[in-house]
């Protein structure tokens, strides 16, 4: 299976935070799955922590590689820059992932979100989200329970399969 590619400075381990969420469905492709990942506008109608989302430029509906984009979660006033994006194509996963940070000074949070989607044998579907943080508020975030990031980007994947399904059928 496939695996998330970590820049300098956010290997998991050796982040101040780190989350991970999967899903693996039947019955569902990564191109019904992608359009609600990579167009932003529309993770507020299936992921209530996400709002406020602005592509910078003039760009989208979809993200591409180095659009900037603004949007709130967690409570944090979040801009991002995508750093990788690989739209989907037979054999191979689709990815995205994003560096977003937030806040200034000793209170900056600093993050890499990233996305695979990849198709398994069987007409199943593993959708992958990771996330490592850097930063006072991550270190705070990393010893909550429950987990607000565990959490929250579960209620991501879910959301992002039922948009899909819903979509599909």
Known sequence: MGEIQWPAGYVP???????????????LAVSDAWPFLVEAARWPGYYANSSDIAIHGDKGPALELGDRFFFKTFGFPVDAEVVECVPPVKGQPARIAWHGWSGEDEQRLDVHHAWLIEELSGQ??????????????????????????INGHQDWLEGLVAAARAAAA
């Open 13 to 27: 381990g050796f982040s101040d935070n780190f989350c991970s969420n999967e899903v693996i469905v039947r019955d």
């Open 124 to 149: 199943r579907l593993r959708i992958l989200t990771q996330e490592t943080q850097n930063g006072a508020p991550a270190k705070e975030l990393a010893l909550a329970r429950p987990n607000p990031m």
